[in-house]
């Protein structure tokens, strides 16, 4: 098994050129700080809307090779958010918030169809799956939002026999069925993207990181960039940046991936490309590729601290074994089949689970996709071109810009705090797996994100 930080998807889509790292000082209409999808989208979207722009766009590492490039490639609306966007915002706003995050599947797979990107761009359901008893009916109050504000087709609950023809996984007790969903190849996607936008003359400097925002653009280690706006766009680095620091926090999720296994698959029934995620707050989610391999994630990994890179939230053999072991327990039927490739990387995690746009004097920002990215990436593109253009309309009028404010506690009681609760949520999960009763301790920590009003990864 190759344990590395990119993992295979990027290895598959092949190596990039990397640009040349900003040197000195420059100009721009808008700078772009960070070069995942939704850097990369944005700049997509500020060129549709004003084609003569100058962009400027940094990159600390290289552009896509970050979670953009190597995730589970589940392209997701908003739905699954919908009850909480309701009480929150209300029905009209909640409804918009979905309504807006439908178009971004499609939009996404639009985009790979206009531009020839081959991104394994696919549409099935997403099937959210109980394996426990305690996780059954654990989707109602989602189905329930959604039938509360009309949109009750596209959140459904369906029987074991249901969930087990699309996947006879045995662990599957019954689950529920989200109408609209995708996949992708995220590297495929990220990097097909960032050639697109070489094409279109966007300034892309990789190996480039912005330590400062200012008034008039930012900081890097060997220059700066003087522009009329700035895009922030870091995912889990936005915690290192003054103003931002309780914004968000960061966690990690992994992935194991299969050789080719075509007649498993076959075995399974699971021909359909459905996307599958269970219903622990720690969660599994699984998929199959174009070639037959199965993917499996657990979004299980360790918290991460104050936004800084670490090793851990990457390359985490533990948390590998880990994962490695359930994929089992799901699919006895690869016991003897090899494991290719494992990987992982940072979660920026929102404390409502939904992600975050806004924009603070001239500086626009995005996180808190709290392992939904893929799909709401390419709405926030949207969103922060405009908000960088200052132009406003449906979508700068969405509930997840500017909401009210919502901070977690400051380090190191984050991180102390965050990881007490990751273990005991999975302890809860294992005890649950077991048949048997978490104990009053377990369950008591396990339940503080919710006593504390912040709603965690699930
Ligand atoms: C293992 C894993 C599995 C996942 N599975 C899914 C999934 O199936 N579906 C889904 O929707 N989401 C999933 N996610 C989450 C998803 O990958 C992210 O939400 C999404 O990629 C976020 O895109 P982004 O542009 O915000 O961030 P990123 O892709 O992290 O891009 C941010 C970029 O900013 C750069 N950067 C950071 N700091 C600086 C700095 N100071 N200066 C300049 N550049 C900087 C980084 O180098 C990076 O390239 C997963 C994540 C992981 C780790």
Known sequence: MRHTRHGWWLEEAGDVTPTSPLEGETSADVVIVGGGYLGMWTAWQLLELEPNLDLVLLDASLCGHGPSGRNGGFCETLWPDIDTLRERSGDAAALAVGRASEEAVHGIGAWCAANEVDAWYRQAPM????????????????????????????????????????????????????????????????????QKLLDRGVRVHERTEVTRLEKDGVVTTDGRVRAGATVLAVNSATARFPGYRLSLAVASSHIVLTEPVPDVVEELGWTGGEAIVDSRTLV???????????????????????????????????????????????????????????????????????????????????????????????????????????????????????????????????????????????????????????????????????????????
């Not at 359930?326 to 090899?338: A, D, E, N, V």
């Open 127 to 194: 099937i959210r799956v109980a394996t426990t008893e305690s996780q059954l009916g654990s989707w109602d109050a989602n189905v329930h939002a959604c039938a509360a504000i009309g949109t009750q087709d596209e959140v459904v609950s369906i029987g074991a026999s249901e969930v087990r023809a699309a996947c006879d996984s045995p662990l599957f007790l019954g689950g529920a069925r989200y109408r609209l969903n995708a996949t992708v190849h995220p590297a495929r996607l990220a990097l097909g993207l960032r």
């Open 284 to 458: 599994h989610y699984m998929r199959t590729t174009n070639d037959g391999r199965i993917v499996f994630g657990w979004g299980g990994g360790r918290m991460g601290f104050d936004g800084r890179r670490s090793d851990r939230l990457e390359l985490d053999p533990n948390v590998i074994r880990r994962t490695h072991a359930s994929l089992h327990r799901f699919f006895p039927q690869l016991r003897g089949r090899s494991i290719t490739h494992a990987w992982g990387g940072p979660i920026d995690v929102s404390p409502t689970h939904v992600p975050i746009f806004g924009s603070r004097d001239r500086v626009h920002h995005g996180f808190g996709f709290t392992g939904n990215g893929v799909g709401p990436s390419y709405l926030g593109g949207e969103i922060l071109a405009r908000l960088a253009l200052d132009r406003r309309d449906e979508l700068t009028r969405l509930a997840i810009v500017d909401p009210p404010r919502k901070l977690f506690p400051p380090e190191p009681f984050r991180y102390i705090g965050g990881s007490l609760i990751r273990r005991a949520l999975a302890r809860k999960d294992q005890a649950e797996d077991d048949g048997r009763e978490p104990g009053v301790v377990t369950t008591f920590v396990a339940s503080l994100p919710r006593r504390l009003g912040l709603r965690l990864p699930r």
